[in-house]
């Protein structure tokens, strides 16, 4: 069983068909690309697997399980992490408060137990906290962890991302462009950045790029969305050389 | 002693009025402005009022003596109003915590208006006159304070521990971003309705201790005006820190006493002193426009605290 | 209720739900432009009728700092209610100046401005007070007949008569001619609101600048002075509508405005944030729904907009025109 498949997702703003019945399937472990021009859906194939938008057809499998008609945070706690391509951080509080609100699923003390402090809600609270630095760390932010995310470069911003999706122990983790904004350099220590974590917390990812070479170098596999339609799915080699491919990128 | 009995009143008011101010901050530390809070404050004082007279009466009937009215009595109407106020208001956020932003600022404003349509005509409430002869415990309005300054310092506790739990955690980050939070595992229809309930509750206990406080409780205590205060409470004290509500209120509610004391002083023009003692509500409004530009977030901001812990630290290294 | 009594009430609330349209319309346009709500709106209101009162040369009563003074001159009510309009557009001007532009420019959040709004509507209120007393006024009796002078003709001996008999029931129903007036005024500006959106150069720039400030920007209209424009034109025709209200039940007080204001905000959500026909549609269903409430219920009357605010918001948030917002993550 694949870990997560669309089976004909669909999304219509208005006249427009943003995403239009696309189908694929994405195995356990994979790091899997979603790469295509600008409007092409991908960011609404995103919002659509992680409800802040609702399909207007389709199925969405995650674990075999048809996840279409839950709620963002719902899916959250089902395993499903993301980061986003206009970075969506908590501006006004540090990184270490950012990765913490993202354990928020994991724990469970309660509004009294947490303002009374009581033995169960302090020995979680310390959990919370030694895991939000380790992420930190794992991200390459963990000198700064009490500076206000808003302070933050845009690379380590997104960096941040990363770590607060982490933080929510996800199976599946969806990431929007991370390395838009990097220099090549910073790139490449991203990929590295991927491939460990897939590793180490043993994830399947979905990655959005524009980065050709970091999408080559990084995908299994790589899925290509034009005017919201799969037109090739494959390895990157094969997908690199799809007439249709080349085309969707060089015919305007 | 003097000087209780003249300011005793100003006082307790001003704890009060922190305390409104608190109960609007809570629903805001998740992004809502809910302007529900004199309608709460309004159940509350209704409920103390309509028990004190009716229910909690002297053994063999008759009128409670100035000052022997039980406090326990009063705390008993305090947690009622609270309870009361927590059921309203879990009924009503459900569904209108789903509206965002202005929509619910609108939702709230109805329900203050209804709760004041609804005091104005209901036997219960003594319709337009009000409940009047709500028992004293106390012969000093400034005794109310050993009711007043614990609930204040226990609801500010409990606002400060908030913001550092994981609770109040989840707040804030649905008031920074809530797509984003609920991304993050964080369901906002549950902490909304939570942070609303608790506002609640903190705006009916006031409510209740207002009523024996003022001795009489009607449709004027919940209303838009209330409303408006509240907000300007918050707004000009501050509204990221817990701190700022309660700076807002106090400081609010005395401002009054501040002006007539200027209006007293000798050879000022007669339209000037004037002003002074009558023209408070403009000098709010004109504070909730002017504040913002110059303190977008208040006059006290979590910042403040920042920038001098590392002033300190830097001083001390 | 009599089918007499039933008329009698839906004429009422014509009369009174054409002015909530009007008035409403004040909120919806500069919500369309701003996306923001103009809590101020309500205040504009209350200014409209008192400075037309002002205009008409009568003097004010005991209290407030204006006690007993009035004008050096009196302006016959047609022109009095016009002066009034475009002091109250004036103001409105300046209230977007005040607690609206200097936010804007801060990129600030809206609730903010939203509450900028407020403060400055608390203020006018209170300044009005401390002028001229919490007091009630009413208008000279001679404002009926002197708004209704091209048509005088049309009454046996040259006077208007205070209400009207429509013989469609027994007894027949009685319309007051005050509230013949207001829905005739009503109904006009409406017409000349429609037209002046949808038929005219400025009108066609705001419909631009209500579907996207930046682009319109780019094409060259000014957005501030439009949003001025829009703001004077929602004053102009709010205090309008004070006046006509004025007309129908006195000038209450400084608060006069808050009440209406308020239900203005009903009117609005009712009929879709934003849209136009709904808040005219809006006005009129309020309207008529406080109209029809029954006598031994009329104490609940002031109930009935906050009651479909609150169930409009809970069952249909976008109203019953509004368009749906999609959020752009």
Redo the contacts between chains.
Sequence with gaps: MSIFESRGATRR?GGLVAVDSVSFAVEQGEIFGLIGPNGAGK?TMF?LI?A??PPTSGQLLFQGQNIVGK???Q???MGI??T?QNI??????SAL?NV???Q??H?H???FA????TPG?RE??RR?EAKARELLRLVGLGESADEKAKNFSYGDQRRLEIA??L??EPKLLLLDEPGAGMNPNEKGILSDLIRQIRDQFNLTIILIEHHVPLVMGLCDRIAVLNFGQLIALGKPAEVQSDPAVIDAYLGD | MDFFSTYGFLIVSMLFQAMLGLSLYIPLMTGQLSLASPGFYALGGYIAAILSTTVFLPEGGGKWESGTFPIIYVLIETVLAGLASALLALLIGFPSLRLRGIYLALATIAFVEIVRVLSLNLEITGKAIGIFGVPQPFINKFDYVVLALPLLIASAW?VY??ER??????F??LR??E??????????TTNKV?AFV?GAVLAGMVGAISAHFLNTWNARQGTFDVSILVLAYVIIGGS?TFLGPILGGLLLTALPEVLRAIAGIQGLPLFLSQFLLDGRLIIYGLLIVVAPLFYPQGLITPDLFKRRAVKTKEAGA | MTTNLFFQQVANGLAIGSVYAIFALGYTLIFSILGIINFAHGAVFTLGAYFTFTLTGTAFGFNGLLAQQKLPFSLWFPLALLGGALLAGLISVIIERLAFRPLRRRGADSLLTLVSSLGLAVAIVNIIQFLVGAEAYSYPSSALNDILTPFLFLFPDGKVPLALRVPLTEPPIIVRMVQVVIFATSIFILIALTYLINGTKVGKAMRAVAEDATTSSLLGISTDRLIQFTFFLSGFVGGIAGVLVGMSVGITGPYFGIAFGLKGLAVIVLGGLGSIPGAVLGGLVIGLGEALVPAEYIGYKDAVAFAVLFIVLLIRPQGLLGRVF?QK?
């Design positions: 703003f960011t919002n992680t802040l938008t709620q963002p945070h899916i959250a706690a992490a993301r986003f969506r951080l908590f501006g006004n509080l408060e913490k609100v993202a928020h699923t724990t003390a309660n509004v947490g303002i009374l402090g809600a979680e609270a919370v607060r999706a933080a929510l | 409990f521990r908030l739990s994981r609770v109040g955690r989840a804030t980050a920074e971003d797509l984003a939070a609920a991304a993050m595992g964080v369901n906002p939570l608790l990221r | 999609i993550v």
